[in-house]
């Protein structure tokens, strides 16, 4: 018997290359907004830093440069930190729990 995944990618066998092509999408425009945040703050500390006008820029730039790398750094490490098997389901009817095998998979 199969697993979940397994059934999943034999039910729809184009899932995993749409998968990847928004995984590189989303990678593209994060990579693009911190560029556009880094660019801002370099304009206004070349154009602006001098008189301290147009301060507004700062907040502005910071703000679109780490909010996507803050992001996949929750991401990443959110992925390093999930279980692999879910151990908060009850077990079948007339089978035994293994508190054994539940410790080995929560450390």
């Known amino acids: 018997m199969g697993s979940d995944k397994e059934k999943m990618s034999e039910s729809n066998p184009t899932e995993g290359p749409r998968k990847i092509v928004k995984t590189y ?21 070349y154009e602006y830093h001098p008189e301290n006008r ?20 929750a991401i990443f490490v959110s992925d390093i930190c999930s279980c692999t098997e879910d151990v908060t389901q ?12 539940v410790i080995k998979l929560l450390t």
């Open 25 to 45: 999408a989303a990678c593209l425009w994060s990579f693009l907004v911190s560029l556009g945040g880094g660019l801002l703050l370099g304009w206004w500390e």
């Open 90 to 101: 009850s077990p079948a009817d007339g089978e035994n729990h293994e508190p054994d095998k």
């Open 54 to 73: 147009q301060l507004w820029m700062v907040p502005f730039g910071l703000i679109l440069f780490s909010t996507p790398l803050i992001i996949w750094f």
